[in-house]
Structure formats: C-alpha cells, structure tokens
C-alpha cells in the first residue's frame, strides 16, 4: 500500500481511510494489551490501552516523520500489504472522526441545500432535537443562527459567527493568552473586518456566544489505587474499594469513629490480647505454652480518653464519674457548659457542706454518685448502633433533649472477655493532669495566660445570683469595675510568690530550673523556651 496518505493532508478522505486501515493493524498487533501511539507528539514513546486515544492523536498531530515502516506495530523491515489484516470482528473508528470527510465510510452523498452538512451543525441540531428544557432549545436555536450567519456581509470564504468564534477561542486556550489581551484583539480585527460584521468585541460576548456547548461536570470519585470508580449500581453507594480495601473517604487521625479500627495495628497484635493468644516457646520447661495479654487500662489524655471509652467528652453529661448524674449549668456570657455540685463528693460532717453565702445560703447534703460497675456501663452501651464516617450511610446517636449524647460508640474494648469486670479500664495522664491544673491556677492567680477572672466571668455570676460582692460595677463610657476577688494577688504578694519560687533548689535531674520558666521582673510566668543545639 502506498503509504503517502501518512503525511497527506489530516482532511482528506485518503488519510481518514488510511488511519483506519492504521489502525486495524495495530489492534491486531497489540502488544501485552497496549498500542504504541505513532503521533508526532508521542513519537512510539507513549502507549494506550484504548485505539480511540491513538486515533484522536492521529488526526490532531499527524504521524512522527519517517515512519513508514511500522516497525513498532508489528511490521519487520517489510511493508505489510492489506490482505494480510482481516475485518472481523474489528471496530469502525469512522464514528470518532471530527474533521470532514465521510464519517460512515460509505460514499457521501449530496446534501440538500437546507441541510446542514458538516459536522458541528448536525451536531447543533442533534442537540436540539433531544433538548427537553425550552431555555436550552432557545440557546441552540440561536447558536445553529449563528452557524449559519456570515462573519461579514458578501464574505466569500465563507466564515461563519461561530465556527471563527470557536477558532478564535481555540487559539487562546493553547497560547495561553489572557482574558484582556484576547479582548483587545477581538477588537482590532472587528475594526479590520468591513463593516456591519458580526465578531464579537468582547471575551465575555465570544463566550457567550458558544456557553451552551460548554460541558456539564459530574465528579466521580476514585479509588486511590485505580481500581475501580464509583459509579453504576455496583459501586456507586460503596465506602470503600471492594479490590484494595482503601476507603473512599479521608478520615482524621482523630477520628472517634476510626479510632476502634485502628487499635488492633498497633503495638499489641490483636490474637494476643484477644481469646486465643499466641503459642510461645518455653526454653526452660521445654515446652510450648499459649502466651496472652491483659489489658487493664487505658492511660492517656482527656481527647482520647473519649474516643477510646466511647462517651462524650462535651456537653451536659460529659463527666466520667457521674455520667447521667452529672450536676452542670450553661454560662450565658461565657458560652460554655460548666459542671456544678462539687459539695457533693466532700464528707459528710464537713462544714462547707453546711450554708453559707458562697452557695446561695443552701446546703448540700447529697451524697456523692455511685461509681458504675463495667457491668452496668456495658449493659448502657451494648445496644448502640453507630455507623462511623461521613457518607451517605453514617448513622449517630441521637440525644432525647437535644444536646450531645452521653456515648457516641460502643468502644471495641467491650470484646475483651474480662473488660467489664475492670473497676477503672480508662485513665487521665498523670502529666496532663497535673499540667492542666498547675495551668488553671497560675492563670487563676493572674500570673500566667490569660485570666479566667474575666467581665464574662463577672456577669455570669451576676446572671446566677451568686457571690454579689463580685458583681461588676457599671462606670463611665461603659467601661465596668471588677472588684479584687480574695484570690487577687497584690503587687507585693507577687512579689513574695516569685521570690519563694525563686528561691526553690531541687536535686540535679529533679525538674527543670524553675528560674527558665518565671520572670521576677514580670511577675510572670513562661513556657521555657530550648534551644535545638547543644551548649559548648
């Protein structure tokens, strides 16, 4: 076959027949389920899966120079000759061709003049004809008038409005040129054009003009591997990838509903801490032995210490102890829950338990809650039904009045055999225990942070009725006077505090020197500060 079709011109019938007989050749010459794509950008250093990709490459660059002999398609120093590919079974690519020529490989015939013969016409009044909405019909209506409107009057190469539109917009898409500098351009050419032509002086009008062929976006979501897409029946509703396992949806690392997924990875295998265990060695008896581990409690800070126990650690109910017994209040002016009725846990003959005008002149002589048994907690959280995550089959525990459940899971804890015999089975770090109150009480004396004895504060007292010798006192430009509380330090018990701290002398290796970490100066205290390279 004479193969000067290859580099004739990309519109004539004879490179489209060409490119398809290409083609057919190719698909029989596949190579591990892939065809090398032989266009001038590509040069047979790319390969696709699909003959489609491979004949849009064709007709958009052409073929690479000198590739006469398709020595990477199955050809070896000989050109094949026609009858040596057979037609069965293999596809038409004459249906993806979008440039002119026939399109059904059939000869053409000729159109009626009031046809529209090529491509993007019949393409326009496809659309047309299967539009439902009247406000769609009307944009392609006025887009086939543009087709068939000339740029200019008596043009005789026949431009069309908005074939030199869609050209036009081409050409700036690939040049990358900016919105401003095409709208300049439009204009000078529309003031070359003759008179009474109908370019478009703007880019926002040449936009308009073809805004009906833009394309409707639907995202479909992927498997981070490539296995699958997440559409059709099957797969469309899937959380996950039925191939890999890798879940569809990102997920914090803090995730209270991932949290129970991820302890059984880490450190502890999950057979060992389970029922059956793990067999074991025994150098000294010379025997085998099942080796198991017990886990008796969690340790960790106030976040996780939720996210393991499965309770919330927000809202109304968020004490550990006390649970549904919980004694809390909502501060209007602060905007936060607070957790009242710590008389309660006091003994009972002592005195602070009687009246007294820091507790609205009541006594309280209610006896602290009972602690709940792992029997009794895991009889409140055994029916809860939670589906973790964030798509469409998530599932939460919903609370009766409103605010934030008491439990949010029940935590994977509950399958040890012996978690609900465990008196304590989760715990708060003794260091951020003793932090967070050595925190609360530097800020508390005003000597680090920011105060807690704020205008809020003050008001929400006033709101409760509680402590009036504390009460702000309104003043001039609406500015308020807060009277110092008996736990406001003077300037010179400042003074005495930070000389005493000081003066504190501990063993090497004990702490920290505490004179990093204050300012005497200041009367203040600081995080310490260290620095990442080490001291001559």
């Not at 191939?243 to 209270?256: F, H, Q, S």
């Not at 991820?262 to 389970?274: D, E, H, M, N, V």
């Amino acid at each position: 076959m004479d193969r000067q079709w290859m580099y004739a011109d990309r519109r004539s019938k004879e490179f489209i027949d060409g490119v398809h007989y290409f083609l057919r050749v190719a698909e029989a010459n596949r190579q591990r389920g892939f065809i090398c794509c032989p266009c001038n950008k590509c040069k047979n250093q790319k390969e696709y899966s699909a003959s489609r990709t491979i004949h849009f490459h064709l007709f958009e660059s052409g073929f690479m120079p000198s590739y006469n002999c398709w020595t990477s398609h199955g050809e070896q120093g000989v050109e094949m000759e026609e009858d040596e590919v057979e037609d069965d079974n293999i596809p038409d690519f004459a249906q993806y061709v979008g440039f002119e020529g026939n399109q059904t490989g059939e000869e053409e015939i000729a159109a009626d003049g009031n046809d529209v013969a090529d491509d993007l016409g019949q393409m326009l009044q496809d659309a047309r004809e299967d539009c439902e909405s009247e406000k769609e019909a009307h944009k392609l209506d006025k887009m086939l008038e543009d087709h068939r409107t000339s740029l200019y009057p008596g043009c005789e190469q026949g431009h069309k409005k908005l074939d030199t539109t869609l050209e036009l917009l081409q050409w700036k898409a690939k040049n990358g040129v900016s919105d401003k500098a095409f709208g300049d351009l439009l204009k000078r050419i529309k003031n070359i054009l003759p008179g009474g032509n109908k370019l478009p002086e703007t880019t926002y009008e040449a936009k308009k003009i073809v805004y009906p062929l833009g394309l409707e976006v639907h995202k479909i979501h992927a498997c981070p591997n490539d296995c699958i897409l997440y559409r059709g029946e099957e797969y469309e509703n899937l959380e996950a990838c039925p191939v890999c396992k890798a879940l569809r949806y990102k997920i914090r690392r803090d995730d209270p509903g991932e949290v129970d997924g991820q302890l059984t990875k880490k450190r502890i295998p999950a057979k060992l801490w389970k029922k059956e265990g793990v067999p074991v060695w025994d150098e000294d008896k010379q025997e085998e032995f099942n080796l198991r581990a017990l886990l008796f409690v969690t340790i960790n800070d106030w976040p996780a210490l939720s996210n393991l126990s499965g309770q919330s650690n927000k809202g109304y109910k968020a004490c550990t102890h006390c649970m549904d017994e919980t004694e809390s209040t909502y501060l209007k002016h602060c905007r936060k829950v607070v957790y009242m009725g710590h008389r309660r846990f006091l003994a009972a003959n002592h005195p602070v338990r009687k009246k007294g005008k820091h507790f609205e002149h009541k006594a309280d002589h209610r006896t602290k809650p009972k602690h709940r048994s792992g029997k009794t907690v895991f009889a409140m959280v055994k029916d809860l039904k939670v589906v973790f995550g964030k798509g469409p089959g998530s599932q939460h525990i919903e609370s009766e009045d409103g605010h934030a459940a008491m439990w949010k899971k029940n935590s994977i804890f509950w399958e040890l055999p012996y978690w609900e015999f465990l008196d304590v089975r989760h715990a708060i770090d003794v260091m951020h225990l003793t932090k967070n109150l050595c925190v609360n009480l530097l800020g508390f004396l005003g000597v680090y942070g920011k105060s807690k004895d704020t205008l809020e504060a003050r008001n929400d007292l006033k709101h409760m009725e509680q402590r009036g010798d504390l009460h702000p006192e309104p003043k001039e430009k609406g500015s308020h006077y807060l009277s110092p509380a008996s736990y406001t330090l003077s300037k010179a018990e400042k003074e005495s505090m930070f000389e005493c701290l000081e003066s504190i002398k501990v063993p090497s290796g004990y702490s920290t020197n505490i004179k990093r970490i204050i300012s005497t100066k200041e009367k203040k205290c600081h995080t310490p500060k260290f620095s990442s390279q080490a001291k001559n």
